[in-house]
């Protein structure tokens, strides 16, 4: 089974810029629907951004525009380009993925353990 590691939350101000990235480990991720999953506390995951395997992308209306994903096979990684951040962005940021097509719902078979994404306002 695939293991995932998110790298690159920090802390940057509104209107920034940062590049999540996640990498894959015990398999490959040409096999994976993968995607992106955010959480605050004391509230719900929710999806961010998917990707299937043929490279086909969905992204949650307050993100569109402003986020991209993509997956990288070759290097057994998946991305999330984030832009113009708003302090509603803040959240902790989970890379997820099934040999299923999920989409931006929360029912992935594996996941990452996050990493965080604090925007200041």
């Known amino acids: 089974q695939v293991q995932l590691v998110e790298s690159g939350g920090c802390s940057v101000q509104a209107g920034g810029s940062l590049k999540l990235s996640c990498a894959a480990s015990g398999d490959t991720t040409s096999r994976y629907c993968m995607g992106w999953v955010r959480q605050t506390p004391g509230k719900e995951r929710k999806g961010v951004a998917a990707i299937d395997r043929d490279g086909s992308a969905t992204y949650r209306y307050s993100v569109e525009g402003r986020f991209t994903i993509s997956k990288d096979n070759a290097k057994n990684s998946l991305y999330l380009q984030m832009n113009s951040l708003k302090p509603e962005d803040t959240a902790m940021y989970y890379c997820?993925?099934?040999?299923?097509?999920?989409?931006?719902?929360?029912?992935?078979?594996?996941w990452g353990q996050g990493t965080q994404v604090t925007v200041s306002s």
């Open positions: 997820a993925a099934d040999l299923l097509p999920i989409g931006l719902s929360r029912g992935y078979a594996y």
